[in-house]
């Protein structure tokens, strides 16, 4: 069972910055995508950004250009950088890991950290 802890929410005014961190522990096989998600009060979960072991990343049009996402594969954790941030990136944003077992891919979350821009 993996498990994912993050770290690095927060307030913050508009235009400000924050670093998120997300942890995995619990297995030794490789983590095939880490990335981010978050969910605003009233709204679907989306994907923030993700990147995967050989580091390609991906990212939803509204953050492209002011959040980065990386990660140290050697300690199983994953990075977003957030510059410039607006109200509208105020929500819950979760870890999210997938794992590739025997042709199967498992889907882990974290619990989730605040992550609140004041005008």
């Known amino acids: 069972q993996v498990q994912l802890v993050e770290s690095g929410g927060g307030l913050v005014q508009a235009g400000g910055s924050l670093r998120l961190s997300c942890a995995a522990s619990g297995t030794r096989r490789s983590i095939n995508t880490m990335g981010w998600y978050r969910q605003a009060p009233g709204k679907q979960r989306e994907l923030v950004a993700s990147?995967?072991?050989?580091?390609?990343?991906n990212y939803a049009d509204s953050v492209k250009g002011r959040f980065t996402v990386s990660r140290d594969n050697a300690k199983n954790t994953v990075y977003l950088q957030m510059n410039s941030l607006k109200p509208e990136d105020t929500a819950v944003y979760y870890c999210n890991a997938a794992v590739g077992v025997g042709g199967f891919t498992y889907t882990y979350w974290g619990q989730g950290t605040q992550v609140a821009v004041s005008s």
């Open positions: 990147v995967i072991r050989g580091g390609s990343t």
